[in-house]
């Protein structure tokens, strides 16, 4: 029998390192972290130059931590298999199938990181399906994203250039320019940079008859 009367408590604070670790430890914290690193660097392969390459790093980083060595390696693998088919779909022209390949291993892998034994690790097993629940619907729900971003891409692979579409268009001037100039027009809406040998007026009607990169070669219409 202890004798605690009279005990003397002393308290101890966590300094900042191992607040950061009480933090990321967490499983649901340390798998969010790991979803946030896969979309980053995702993002940053994609646009490079906008430090999204560097956060996912960070973040994947902090998630290893957080996870330890207790992670299923098995999905682990899936999950970054994932990433990187559809960052190759991104950088290839192609249909989708690397793309899709990704997200069904990202959503099986989603359903494999946690420990398949709760009693294991001596968690409750409503805290588990919580976690498995929450985790996977994260992972759904960045699936869907992806398959929102293929579909665009594989749109925008499929159509057809305007180019011979838009040749005889009329557009509006915003401000008048020197001969071969480049100034901005209105074209559908949208501001274009355009540029005429004669020069622009902006009280002038003026039509395209062709395109030099993201610039309108337009001729002046001459009114009777």
Known sequence: ?????????????????????????????SSILFLIGIIALIYGFSA??????????????????????DINIAALIMM????????????????????FSGIILL????LFIAPLSPEKWAV????????????LSIAILLSLFFIFILMKIIQ??????????IIGDLVTPISNASPN??????????YWQAKCKNGIKKDKKYKII???????????????
């Open 1 to 29: 029998k202890m004798n605690t009367k009279n005990a003397i408590v002393t308290e101890y604070n966590f300094r900042l390192r191992e607040s950061i670790l009480n933090i990321i430890s967490d499983p649901t914290i």
């Open 48 to 69: 490079p130059g906008h430090g999204g390459e560097i956060l996912g790093a960070i973040a994947l980083i902090l998630a290893l931590i957080g996870m330890g060595f």
């Open 80 to 99: 970054l298999g994932g990433a990187i088919l559809f960052v190759y779909e991104l950088m290839t022209p192609g249909f989708g199938l690397f793309g």
């Open 107 to 110: 959503i099986l892998g989603s």
């Open 124 to 135: 409750p097993s409503e805290w588990y399906m919580t976690f498995t629940y929450t985790f």
């Open 156 to 165: 925008i692979r499929r159509k057809k250039p305007i180019i011979g579409d």
């Open 181 to 190: 100039e480049l100034t901005f027009v209105i074209y559908k809406g949208e």
């Open 210 to 224: 062709g395109k030099d990169g993201p610039i309108l070669i337009l001729e002046e219409i001459n009114e009777i």
